[in-house]
């Protein structure tokens, strides 16, 4: 099985406990406690951004032990918030070293699980305007291309993972939707939207053929979500 999740959120090793918001409470035991019941051994979760509040890679260390001690194979990817993400290479290095070995870093690249390609980028702004944002977002277009054409050139079908909402509030991010429909994309999931108010503004259902789906972990009660 393949679930997804994303916003955990963790900060066992920072100041910065999410207790706070309404609704947060005790949240990484229950995320604990509903990952362990729904996720065997040899299942996959992709966990899509907000992994950690850390600053630094040198910080992350027991949110990463707090990840490696769940069931299952990790895939994660960048979010708003992950400003310890570095290059592929020293994160790599980073988990080999530190024994992290179910936890794998989702970064100009797919992997293949079950026979489907999980592919995606942290994603950007869909209503970017400033140079510096348009300079960001065509990275992020060009980082979901380099995750998704390799993987429909091997054969497989991808489903994408972004951080950010490719809709939202009624409008598009055009240049991220342009690619998923370019490349004829059936699943994307998505997270980043917190909160009962802004999630009524999260895009939930069918558009271009195209099904989304809001994955942040209050949104769905801090339990992986099979991607079937």
């Not at 936890?103 to 869909?126: K, M, P, Q």
């Not at 999630?199 to 809001?214: H, T, V």
Request: charged share 25%.
């Amino acid at each position: 099985m393949i679930y997804t999740i994303a916003d955990l959120h963790l900060s066992f090793g920072t100041d910065k406990p999410m207790d706070i918001f309404s609704g947060w409470t005790n949240y990484t035991e229950r995320i604990r406690n509903n990952w362990q019941r729904l996720v065997e051994p040899n299942d996959t979760v992709v966990i899509a951004g907000d992994i950690s509040w850390a600053m630094k890679l040198n910080e992350i260390n027991k949110d990463f032990e707090y990840i490696q001690s769940l069931n299952g194979k990790k895939i994660i990817l960048k979010g708003n918030h992950d400003y310890w993400w570095t290059t592929k290479s020293k994160m790599d290095k980073y988990i080999s070293d530190s024994g992290f070995d179910s936890v794998s870093i989702l970064h100009n690249n797919y992997y293949v699980v079950e026979d489907t390609a999980i592919c995606g980028t942290r994603g950007w702004f869909y209503d970017a305007e400033k140079d510096e944002d348009m300079l960001i977002l065509k990275r992020e277009v060009g980082r979901l291309k380099m995750s998704v054409e390799p993987a429909l050139k091997a054969g497989y079908k991808p489903v994408v993972f972004l951080h950010y909402p490719p809709i939202y509030n009624g409008m598009e991010c055009t240049e991220i939707m342009n690619v998923l429909r370019e490349y004829e994309i059936k699943k994307c999931f998505y997270g980043h939207v917190h909160g009962g108010n802004a999630s009524k503004k999260a895009f939930i259902g069918e558009k271009y053929g195209i099904k989304f789906q809001l994955i942040a972990c209050d949104y769905i009660n801090f339990t992986p979500m099979s991607i079937k």
